[in-house]
């Protein structure tokens, strides 16, 4: 157990103890940018909680604890805040716990859910994360286990895999369907691992009908913006296809900035492209569905004592206005 208290967390960030109590379980009160700072705090100082401390003074027989990444995505920004809510419609606290692939920090959570009597464990993995070997320990405390994304540690537990592959299938099956047979394809040249596998699936799907796809790499909206804008000019392309919210994003200033029929597809974990005028098409795979339904199955689980399970994320597709 390691010795690091909340007040330790508190004075490093400048912080009261209760900001810092109520940003580890995950609170919609405190702002996301507070809360990754308090997460980042608790995984450089090795905090895992004590039962001595102020999370004593909430122990709850109604707790489901959640491990999230110390530098949440969007995606999982958005699980968080939905999961919390529909808990607490639930009667249930979400407990937030930082994840990481300190063995000593884990085995310590891992006891700590075990002290408090937690119901139920989400752990939300990062993909390109490699699974901390000491959540195989998790299914002796006898409680359901729910893995969303990245790799499954364990056999025996409840899991939502990554399915961005499937993701990128669908945006080409759908830019294939339009007939389109000149494409740029945008992808992220800063996330190797994730794009390799985005950029195969979607290169699979749209070169077996003998379309043309020329790819370029982007790592910013302003980078995507000027390699778009080149392309325009080319007049040789009828689509664009970017791999998430910040390329679709710099492609679509740069379609404002010089007006051209091109038809713009992308894939979104935000819903980003809702904001701006319909006229992107996208696969939208949030946080907020994610969440939804794994607190749902996790509800289930308690109730049902249902065998362990592998699902698919959900998949909605958007489609642009005429």
């Known amino acids: 157990m390691s010795d690091t208290t909340l007040h330790k967390i508190a004075t490093t960030l400048g912080l009261s103890i209760s900001t810092v109590s109520r940003a580890l379980k995950g609170h919609p009160d405190i702002s996301v940018q507070t809360r990754k700072k308090v997460l980042a705090a608790a995984a450089k100082l090795n905090y895992s909680p004590n039962p001595n401390t102020v999370y004593n003074a909430i122990r709850s027989s109604h707790f489901i604890a959640l491990f999230i990444p110390v530098k949440p995505s969007n995606y999982f920004q958005s699980f968080l805040h939905t999961a919390n809510q529909l808990a607490e419609n639930a009667d249930y606290s979400l407990l937030v716990l930082p994840l990481t692939n300190n063995t000593v920090s884990t085995t310590a959570q891992i006891k700590f ?23 195989k320990k998790i299914k002796e405390l006898g409680i359901p286990v729910i893995i969303v994304g990245g790799n499954l540690p364990s056999t025996g537990v409840h899991y939502f895999k990554e399915d961005i592959e499937p993701v990128a299938t669908l ?41 043309n796809i020329s790819v370029e790499y982007a790592a910013s909206t302003s980078e995507a913006f000027s390699l778009c804008k080149r392309a325009i000019a080319q007049n040789k392309y009828d689509a664009i296809f970017c791999m998430n919210d910040a390329l679709i994003l710099g492609a679509w200033q740069a379609l404002q900035a010089t007006p051209s029929p091109i038809d713009l597809f992308g894939m979104s974990e935000t819903g980003m492209p809702s904001l701006l005028p319909p006229t992107i ?27 362990a399970t592998e699902n698919s994320r959900s998949i909605s597709w958007q489609e642009r206005k005429a």
Not at 281 to 307: C, D, N, V, W
């Open 113 to 135: 859910c075990k002290q408090n009597k937690v119901h139920g464990i989400i752990i939300c993995q990062d993909p390109l994360q490699a699974p901390n070997p000491k959540f």
């Open 171 to 211: 945006v080409a099956q759908k830019i294939v369907a339009k007939n389109k047979k000149q494409i740029l394809a945008v992808f992220d040249e800063s996330t190797a691992q994730r794009t390799e596998l985005i950029l195969n699936a979607f290169i699979d799907k749209v070169s077996a009908h003998e379309n």
């Open 281 to 307: 098409s996208y696969a939208y795979y949030s946080g907020e569905a994610a969440a939804t339904e794994t607190i749902g199955l996790m509800l289930k689980i308690m109730r049902e004592k249902t065998p």
